[in-house]
């Protein structure tokens, strides 16, 4: 099963360097997750991944339930050997799925929702969402929940939090896959005092670790960041902690600094295949024209197989005629951009220079003054 280590404590902040041992390897954390949504990180081998130095990606249990289907992930012996991917997996619980689907009714026993595919009608609930995580045999699993939309009422929040309360209680019954790990997860909107409530229920479940979810669903960062600063107190320090869908330099840096551990997003794998590049001095966007004759790197601080070998004015050209090849090279650089941001983040913190990395950070653009 799962084991968490923690390495060292920043001096500074809230910040920690941990490690994490599961059934599949070992994860060095902070650690930034790539999403995985259909058994595989678009545009991207997993030999690239490996190459990357990825220890774990996510699956999506909702996607993989409606294609390829229970049936045929069974018959593989679960996702690992289904997409070849020998390291660690996390699954979401399709929570989050739930939400961003209109057509729904939510119900005390779970959700009925139409399916995307066919119309046809599926009942979420924590049972099934267990049972399609333990046949996907996932590393880490996490606790169905409801994910609420942010202009929701106080009133239906305080409601929510008691659902995923008792979701969560159905999920530690049915989940019984032996080296699996069950994550809960904390909700509660935009209210400091919900968040609290729901925290503290979560926790009493005693979880192998813990996920904020509900944040980064169209909330201002300084929103984002009051919550974060106000529930992390409650949540125990020696389980590693998981803020869910996050991907920014300046979220990153946000949650690190308040102790979190673990989180993913699917923003440079998105952005590498719209034609934007993550770089040390933020983004830009290779398909403007300025860029067609251009011979030089993405980013010169970058030593990616990328920039060390193709130039903007070629990548640009590719976008420019809608190239496969153009997609893939720039999905690589943001995941490699993100993923060594994130290690020069644990190596700040094994120095004790957390805000000097911080400052730095600032001082190129890459972060905002609302991160400090």
Known sequence: MLKYEILKKSKETKARLGKLSLPHGEIFTPVFMPVGTNATVKAM??????????????????????????EVIDSFNGLHNFMKWDRAILTDSGGFQVFSIRNKKVEEEGVKIKSPLDGSE?????????????VLGSDIAMAFDECVHPDMDEKYVEESIERTYNWAKECKKYNNKENQSLFGIIQGGFSEELRKKSAEQIVSLDFEGYAIGGLSVGESFPVTKKILDAVMKYVPEDKPRYIMGIGT???????????IDMFDCVLPTRMGRHGTALTNYGKINLKAGKYKFIDKPIDEECNCKVCKKY???????LFKRDEIFGKMLLTYHNLHFLLDFVKRVRDSIYKDEFLSFKKECLDKGLITLESF
């Not at 599926?122 to 333990?134: A, H, V």
Request: aromatic letters at 8%; hydrophobic letters at 45%; charged letters at 20%.
């Open 45 to 70: 081998w997993t030999d690239d991944l490996k190459d990357l130095d990825v220890g774990i990606i996510l699956g999506n249990a909702f996607h993989l339930y409606l294609r390829p289907g229970l």
């Open 122 to 134: 599926i009942f979420m609930t924590p049972e099934l969402s267990m049972k399609i995580q333990m």
């Open 249 to 259: 330099p300046d979220l990153i840096i946000s949650a690190v600094e308040n102790g």
């Open 311 to 317: 130039s903007i004015g070629y990548i640009h050209h």
